[in-house]
Every structure is written in C-alpha cells, then in structure tokens.
C-alpha cells in the first residue's frame, strides 16, 4: 500500500512538472508586433481690433456738441481681423451712459447706420465736423435703426470671408427732425463694442 501511494504521489508531481515545463516553453514562444503614429494639433485663435484711436482710422472717440434736430455725426472706424479662420459672425452692442432721452427714445433719438467701404474712407472737414466720401465701392453694414441694442449683427463684413482682412466702416448717428423740445440740454455717452464670434465647427 505504501509504494502504491508513494508511485501515485510521483506520478502527480511527474505531470505537474511537465505542466510547468509546456506553460514556460510557451512564455518564451511569443510572437509580438507594435507601431505608432503621432499627431500634432493646434487651435485656432479669434482676434479683432479697432484702428488707432483719434486717427481717420478710428473717430469713434470724437465728441459731438450742440446738436439739434437734423443734425448728422459721421465717425469712421477700422476693425481689423487677424483671425485664423475667417469669423462665423460679428456683432457690435451699443450702450449708453450717462443716457437720457437721445439714447432710450428709439424714435426720436439718435438713429445709427453703419456703412462700409471697399478702400479707406476718404476724410474731409474738420474735427469734429468729419465727413467721408467712398473712391470704391459701399456697402450697407447696419441699416437705420435706434443708437442702442445689444448684438446687432455687421453684415457683409470682409472678415466672415477672409482670415485676415479690414473693413472700413462708416458709423453714422442723426438726430432725427422729429425730436422736439424735450431734447434740448440733454447728454448721452456712447460705447461701442465689437464682438468676433468663431465659425462654424467642422471636421478638421
């Protein structure tokens, strides 16, 4: 009985070093393959800016005074885009402070429009009594309407095309014939801010 348990014995540890054998053989008997690839990836910037204040390149700063009903103020401005791609949109809020009646009365108040012109406005007058004439061809930007509103979308701008590009821009306010004696004595301060928006995503 006892050399039948001790031959069963060696058998077990016979088979389960054979086992161990086959399982290190088959560590060392792997076959293996491997490359790779890399990918550079930037983004994209979104960059717009107005021309050099108080030059003809931007009069936006150009007080007026003393206006009366039917006067007009006509300030040129240019908005440069050095953007990578061209804009999916841009956009200009106006707002007032101080404000009174020239700003909040979407009627009788001051009214804007915004043109553009193919080449740099041609300047004549003096400040703050500008006035522009167009050697290329206009464009409406912004059709007549009230002096204030928030997102007031420019269109037909050089930059919804062009990665890098200039438009020159036109802004004219008037004080329309209608507004009567409660405009007098009255002072509003208009801020202009423009505002790029990135295009549409896409595959890239």
Partial sequence: MKNSTLLKVLGSLAVLGLAASIAGLGTFATFTSSTSASQSISSGTVSIALGATGAPTNR?????TNIVP???MQRSVDLTSSSSDPLGSVSLTT?????SLLDTDATNGLQMTITACS????????????TYTCSGSQSTVVTTRAVVGSNI?????NALT????TDHLRVTLTLPAT???TFQG????????FTGTQRTATNR
Wanted: glycine share 8%.
């Fill in 153 to 157: 979308a420019l269109a037909g701008l």
């Fill in 186 to 193: 009255l002072t509003s301060t208009i801020s202009y801010a």
């Fill in 162 to 165: 062009s990665a890098n590009s």
């Fill in 179 to 181: 507004a009567g004696n």
């Fill in 119 to 130: 080449v740099p406005w041609t300047e004549a007058g003096t400040s703050p009594a500008f």
């Fill in 70 to 72: 039917g006067d007009t």
């Fill in 60 to 64: 936006l700063t150009v007080n007026a």
């Fill in 95 to 99: 707002s007032a402070a101080p404000s």
